[in-house]
């Protein structure tokens, strides 16, 4: 395991690496590293001849407010889950290294970051398009791998990348879960254990909404009544949004085309956590 936490030192690593013939990808995370990750880093390991994990808690994704200060950060623990996972190299740079001059330059990325999530929390987009950017500078990766997990996520990096002319490809995967279908999220350490019971409520949600989609169901509202219905069975948890959006352009149409790949978005309050999750279902499924 090689771990660097400059950012110059990265950028040779990956000059010489390439220089040399091969290819290399990457996985940025903020650590907190659990087994969606791990899936991440393996599929990379299978394809490249060098994996870099990011690992880097970045502040301008997130609000005045919000979780930055606690969220979980234990560096040993995610080296050894990514020496398991197979992944040879963690880049964890400082604040510092990352932001030299503070948070002056920030990318934002217009559309497709202003609704869902970036109604919610109004900076975390541009936060998310800025740090990635400087890690794609810092990685200079081939490829980088990101988990449908965070779904609006892939498509605000996926056009920050197009527009910004980065020559890296952008592979997404699927949603690793837990047993009782919640999907798998550093915060979910943040439940206690009946909030972990019951936050199973947000993907039985999008399970049944998938099921009427599977059955021929198109209606936008539809949709979005099951899965709120289902979401207020559970009391504890508030809901923020329950949506079927077009999967492209993330737009909640009233009727969807039969060919249309659509995707269910729930993000949710458990207590002091905040919950997301989605399940894209494609046409002909
Ligand atoms: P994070 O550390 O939360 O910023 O996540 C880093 C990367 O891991 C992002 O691309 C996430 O979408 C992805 N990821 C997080 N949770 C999961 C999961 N349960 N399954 C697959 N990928 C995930």
Same mark, same amino acid.
């Given at each position: ?33 659990? =087994? ?13 001849? *060098?994996?870099? @994990? ?22 040993? &623990? ?8 197979? %992944? %040879? *190299?963690?880049? =964890?740079?400082? $604040? ?12 934002? *990325? ?12 109004? @900076?975390?987009?541009?936060? $998310?398009?800025?740090? $990635? ?47 009782? %279908?919640?999907?798998?999220?550093? +915060?979910?350490?943040?439940?206690? &254990?009946?909030? +972990? ?12 909404? +998938? ?6 169901? +198109?209606?936008?509202? @539809? ?12 009391? =504890?948890? @508030? ?27 729930? =993000? ?18």
């Amino acid at each position: 395991m090689t771990t660097i936490t400059r950012v110059h030192e990265m950028q040779s690593f990956v000059q010489d690496a390439r220089r040399s013939g091969k290819t290399v990808g990457c996985v940025p995370t903020m650590g907190a590293l659990h =087994a969606g990750h791990a899936s991440l880093i393996t599929f990379a390991a299978a394809h490249h001849d *060098v994996v870099v @994990t990011s690992i880097f808690v970045n502040p301008t994704q997130f609000a005045p407010g919000e979780d930055f200060e606690a969220y979980p950060r234990d560096l040993a &623990a995610d080296l050894a889950i990514v020496e398991a996972a197979g %992944g %040879g *190299v963690v880049f =964890a740079p400082t $604040v510092a290294e990352m932001y030299p001059n503070g948070p002056t330059t920030s990318i934002h *990325v217009a559309g497709v970051s202003e609704t869902l999530e970036g109604a919610s929390r109004p @900076t975390h987009f541009d936060g $998310v398009a800025t740090v $990635v950017c400087k890690l794609f500078e810092a990685m200079m990766p081939h490829e980088a791998y990101f988990g449908q997990k965070d779904f609006q996520q892939t498509l605000v990096v996926r056009r920050m990348a197009e527009d910004l002319l980065i020559p890296v490809r952008i592979t997404v995967l699927p949603t690793v879960r837990e047993p009782d %279908g919640l999907a798998m999220s550093s +915060r979910n350490a943040y439940l206690n &254990a009946v909030e +972990r019971a019951q936050s199973r409520t947000i993907s039985k949600a999008l399970f049944a909404a +998938r099921e009427l989609i599977l059955a021929g169901e +198109r209606n936008g509202s @539809t949709l979005h009544h099951v899965m709120a219905t289902i979401i207020a069975t559970e009391q =504890a948890l @508030t809901l923020e949004y329950a949506v079927a959006a077009n999967a492209v352009t993330l737009v909640a149409e009233p009727v969807f085309r039969s060919d249309a790949t659509i995707v269910l978005l729930i =993000a949710a309050r458990l207590g002091k956590t905040r919950l997301i999750d989605n399940v894209l279902i494609q046409p002909h499924e």
